[in-house]
């Protein structure tokens, strides 16, 4: 197993679910989606236990899913209801019903045990509820790599000079050191570039007319949620850190979902504190992130594509590795613990009830 299961990911934007039946791939589990009629997105096991056609490829009839090849029908829970021509329903007629939670317009799905699903353990942020702060949901990025590597890239500010050099970054932060913190559960990387130039998003939306003071604070949340806090301000109120809401400030929001060894979606949006309501804004935004977010895809494929090569000698590491490293540690420590749990209990149905 490489993958932590016991976890919350993305699976869309609650804009993405509606009657349609929706195949969706977590953590290597193929998944049927849908909105049931109670309003409440529900997420089964997408394979009929009989001949193990896709369920996706069958059809819904009002909150049952009915196999495209024998006409099998589960309900919300995985629970065979229907069986044609016998009266006799299986024991072991059953899919499996994965935990789900909507909140903030985000569609998470729980991938482990179903009773450890706890919902408290969503990842939230104040802002969210704060009038003062606008969400925008952006969009998916699709990528052809691990979603170790796409996480890593995401705790990592100083490869933003070097692959963002006309969106998010410049030359002038290229010797600026890292500060990392692994110290509690969120690991933390961060910097300052003082009294340089504004970086091209700073240039359209911060309105400045002189040199700022700019940051990046990259939080990595287990297994795979990236907050990157960045901002500026006029080098010339010399700003204290804690002060940075005084500042443009942007958060970048990067849930990244594995689908499998070698495919990656990150799911993104932004929540900031200026242009308030301004879709037009939101939309030139969203044409900058997806100049970035393409430049990291095009990297991230690449050393995808180069790890499947052989190597004569293994990969160095340098001081701003940090972060990734603990990273990839605690990461490893998870899939350990829960191969060691689940090797020691037996395996049971799973149905997850839906109000």
């Known amino acids: 197993m490489s993958f932590v299961r ?26 049927v989606m ?36 024998h006409g099998m029908t589960f309900d919300c829970s995985g629970k065979c209801v229907r069986v044609p021509g016998q009266d006799n329903l299986p024991r072991s007629a059953y899919v499996d019903a994965f935990p789900v939670e909507e909140r903030n ?30 969400a925008h949901h952006g969009g998916a990025l699709h990528i052809r790599a691990h979603y170790l590597n796409v996480a890593e890239n995401l705790v990592d500010p100083a490869h933003v000079s070097f692959v963002h050099p006309t969106t998010l ?8 050191p890292v500060h990392v913190s692994t110290s509690g559960e969120v690991i933390t990387a961060w910097r300052w570039i003082r009294n340089a130039p504004p970086v091209g998003f700073f240039q359209k939306f911060g309105g400045f007319a ?12 287990l297994p795979s949620t990236a907050v990157i806090d960045f ?25 990244v979902t594995p689908v499998t060894e070698d495919y990656t979606i990150d799911h993104w949006m932004h929540l900031r504190n200026i242009a308030q309501g301004d879709e037009d804004a939101s939309a030139q935004m969203d044409a900058m992130f997806r100049i970035a977010f ?13 790890e499947q090569r052989p190597q004569k000698r293994k990969p160095i590491r340098i001081a701003i590795d940090k972060a990734p490293n603990v990273y990839r540690k605690r990461i490893r420590d998870l899939i350990e613990a829960e191969t060691t749990e689940y090797l020691g209990e037996p395996v049971r149905p799973t149905f997850v009830q839906l109000d």
């Open 6 to 31: 016991n976890a919350w990911y993305v699976a869309g934007w609650s804009r993405d679910f509606g009657d349609a039946l929706k195949p969706v791939t977590i953590t290597g589990q193929n998944m």
């Open 34 to 69: 849908f909105r049931a009629s109670t309003g409440r997105v529900v997420a089964l096991e997408d394979r009929c236990p009989h001949k193990q056609l896709p369920l996706s490829k069958g059809k819904r009839i009002g909150d049952t899913v009915q196999c495209g090849y």
């Open 105 to 134: 317009g985000i569609v998470w799905v729980w991938t482990g045990e179903p009773d450890k699903a706890d919902p408290s353990k969503i990842f939230h942020m104040e802002e969210f509820d704060d009038p003062g702060w606008h």
């Open 169 to 176: 970054g410049s030359a002038a932060s290229e010797d600026v």
């Open 210 to 221: 002189g040199n700022v003071d700019r940051w990046h604070y990259y939080y990595l949340h």
């Open 231 to 255: 901002g500026s301000v006029d080098a010339g109120l010399n700003l204290p850190e804690e002060s940075r809401d005084r500042g443009v400030r942007i958060f970048a929001l990067h849930f």
């Open 294 to 306: 393409d430049e990291d895809k095009e990297v991230l494929e690449a050393i995808h594509e180069e």
